[in-house]
């Protein structure tokens, strides 16, 4: 079945940097887009960032263009997120995502935390 395993979120200051990583099994990694995805409380769950395959094509939020860059490796399965200059508003449990005939499936998810 299809499994998102995130880890790497954290208490970081503002300013500082972060690298999400997402292991995903279960279906075929290099046949699907990738996307991040955040949500914080009180707030509705917005994408962050996606990647297509083959090639590699990148789409951001604008609220974290420049900042964020979405990444993967398909000798490992795994998708990343570098989040670099983080505010306090990127506070947000972020979720891995894949949607599969029509079907979106999640990570459990992992909290960052952007305070001083």
């Known amino acids: 079945q299809v499994q998102l395993v995130e880890s790497g979120g954290g208490l970081v200051q503002p300013g500082g940097s972060l690298r999400l990583s997402c292991a995903a099994s279960?279906?075929?990694?290099?046949?699907?887009?990738m996307s991040w995805y955040r949500q914080a409380p009180g707030k509705e769950r917005e994408l962050v960032a996606a990647i297509s395959t083959p090639g590699g094509r990148t789409n951001y939020a604008d609220s974290v263009k420049g900042r964020f860059t979405i990444s993967r490796d398909y000798a490992k399965n795994t998708v990343y997120l570098q989040m670099n200059s983080l505010k306090p508003e990127d506070t947000a449990v972020y979720y891995c995502?894949?949607?599969?005939?029509?079907?979106?499936?999640w990570g459990q998810g992992t909290q960052v935390t952007v305070s001083s």
């Open positions: 995502n894949v949607k599969r005939y029509s079907y979106d499936y």
């Open positions: 279960g279906f075929t990694f290099s046949s699907y887009p």
